[in-house]
């Protein structure tokens, strides 16, 4: 039988493939959210500010797909591009979490995500392009301002909701694994313009998405 090595156009089909299951594909998980307890009706108003946040979360789980697919693909390092996968598979649990309660708020998925997918795969890929320290260093300070972000939704969320808080809760500590993990397998700290823009990006993608 012959066999041949796979060059860079058979991994960026693969990639292609890899956002339709992403946007298109019901999501599944390996893992249950640890403590989160069963869904229970909430009033009509908790319920939809609870949709909102969930669907800007589902989107940054979409778009953390992106990236460390995009950064994975660049990676020079084999361990290196293996953690980043091994970050991403656990994202996929968080992106099936958001997605399952999203369905039991009677929510929707923004309408923007296939934008945020693009746009974080191309930015990833920059990232790993830079390098595998520059690219390490991207990860820690996303992960910072993601468990920045999902304090804020915690604080935001009614205290009736926990579930919701329980699924945040269990995806802020997996974060915050995976920031420690790119700084400890070598990742630089950004200059300051870098993580001005990507705070900027973020704010764009949340107010888009809490609404679209």
Not at 88 to 106: I, N, S, T
Not at 122 to 148: I, K, N
Request: net charge negative; glycine share 8%.
């Amino acid at each position: 039988m012959n066999t041949r090595s796979l060059d860079f156009l058979d991994h960026l089909l693969g990639e292609i493939d890899n956002a339709i299951r992403v946007l298109a594909a019901p999501a599944g998980n390996a893992r249950k959210a640890a403590d989160a307890p069963p869904a229970e009706p909430l009033p009509d108003a908790d319920r939809q500010t609870s949709a909102r946040l969930m669907r800007v979360n589902h989107a940054g789980e979409v778009a953390a797909q992106a990236l460390y697919r995009g950064q994975a693909l660049m990676a020079r390092d084999p361990a290196v591009k293996a953690a980043l996968q091994q970050s991403a598979a656990e994202e996929v649990d968080h992106l099936a979490w958001c997605e399952q309660r999203l369905g039991e708020l009677q929510g929707r998925s923004s309408l923007l995500n296939p934008l945020w997918y693009a746009g974080s795969f191309v930015m990833g890929a920059l990232a790993g392009a830079l390098g595998d320290r520059t690219s390490l260093g991207f990860v820690a300070e996303t992960e910072r301002q993601v468990e920045s972000h999902l304090s804020g939704h915690l604080e935001r969320l009614s205290p009736r909701d926990e579930r919701s808080r329980a699924i945040l809760e269990n995806m802020q500590r997996d974060e915050i694994r995976h920031g420690e993990n790119a700084t400890a397998l070598g990742g630089s700290a950004l200059p300051l313009p870098a993580t001005l823009a990507m705070r900027a990006v973020s704010k764009l993608m949340t107010n888009g998405s809490y609404w679209i």
